[in-house]
């Protein structure tokens, strides 16, 4: 419908006109009446969690039940189609599969950034001791402290004066001085060289320590020791188990493992 309103939230050729014409005092009160509508806007997820389970202690127990999904800007494309998954709290558990099955998605499903279509998921101080407690979990602490300034050296935004490497060891590290019970790791090694990949590795494998850890991974060495895996393939579980138990079902995961040792010795 061509309303004021839907030009100024779909952004149409009018909005521009209206904006450019309407004298200042309309434009004002247009801009707040759509400033105050968006105030007020209600997220789905929260109507739904008005019905649904609210977590107020989080365990680290996560289950996917016949988990249906697509993007609300792609309603005819299913990502996910009937995924079932549980992952007991202080388990590691990775998810492989090729490009784009939906192993992220579970992840923002995880994070409430989206609503699922059908299906269920179950519902300080911080003091100088507790910072270098979690750096030296996260295998950051002896290269901090061999900093002219050692906590207080400036490392420019976003990190800028910083390594790849030193940049993961230091997410690790945020994401620890709340100490979690889940760790979500969504290829966290994949944009490192293989020497820092294994200062990484080491790090995010004490990290995961007690807490339960959901790994996305590409590079199947890093996720061999994980308590289940599950591969994925077109939105669907194709096949779960440990390591070892998949290499002798010599299905996908297993032509995965040929093909990357392939291409490994291949280099
Ligand atoms: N925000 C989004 N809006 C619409 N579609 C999306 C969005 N994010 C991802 N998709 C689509 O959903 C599907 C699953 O994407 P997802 O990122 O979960 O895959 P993935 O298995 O993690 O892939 P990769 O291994 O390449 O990271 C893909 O087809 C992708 O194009």
Redo the contacts with the bound molecule.
Sequence with gaps: MFTVYNAIVMGSAFTGYFFAYAPDTVKAKFASNYIMSLLERVPNIDIWCQDGEKIKTIKGHIKFSSVHFH?P??FN?P?LQGINLEVKPGQYVALV?P????????IGLIERFYQVTNGCLPGQNITQNDLEKVCQEANIHEFIVGLPNSYDTFVGGKGIQLSGGQKQRIAIARALIRNPKILLLD?ATSALDSESEKVVQKALDAAAHGRTTLA?A?RLSTIQHADIIFV?KDGKVHEQGTHQELLELQGIYYMMIQRQHLGESNL
């Design positions: 993007y800007t792609r494309i990502v599969g490009s784009g099955c939906g192993k992220s998605t579970i290829e996305i590409h994925m």
